[in-house]
């Protein structure tokens, strides 16, 4: 089995940061991109940053600048740092991970179970 465990989220002020880690676990014999999405009440999930295993990053225009995706592949961890944060950030945070269970099978893309961020105006 494969989990990943998000953790992090919160309730903050405008303007305020959080950090969002995701640690993989279980069988995993490689990772290749990680992931951060999130979805709003009402609104279907959106992409928020991606970062491939060679650390190339990717992100929403809407955050690019203020938020920050990294990894600890040593760890199987992923992170997103929120800086400035907007009452239009608030959604529940959901990390992902395409990953190899072993080496004979093809990537998979695993989800966490979300975390909540809430950014008060």
């Known amino acids: 089995q494969v989990q990943l465990v998000e953790s992090g989220g919160g309730l903050v002020q405008a303007g305020g940061s959080l950090r969002l880690s995701c640690a993989a676990s279980?069988?995993?014999?490689?990772?290749?991109?990680m992931g951060w999405y999130r979805q709003a009440p009402g609104k279907q999930r959106e992409l928020v940053a991606t970062?491939?295993?060679?650390?190339?990053?990717n992100y929403k225009d809407s955050v690019r600048g203020r938020f920050t995706i990294s990894r600890d592949s040593a760890k199987n961890t992923v992170y997103l740092q929120m800086n400035s944060l907007k009452p239009e950030d608030t959604a529940v945070y959901y990390c992902n991970a395409e990953l190899r269970r072993t080496i004979a099978v093809v990537s998979t893309t695993y989800w966490g179970q979300g975390t909540q961020v809430t950014v008060s105006s």
């Open positions: 279980g069988r995993i014999f490689s990772i290749s991109a």
């Open positions: 970062i491939s295993s060679s650390s190339r990053t």
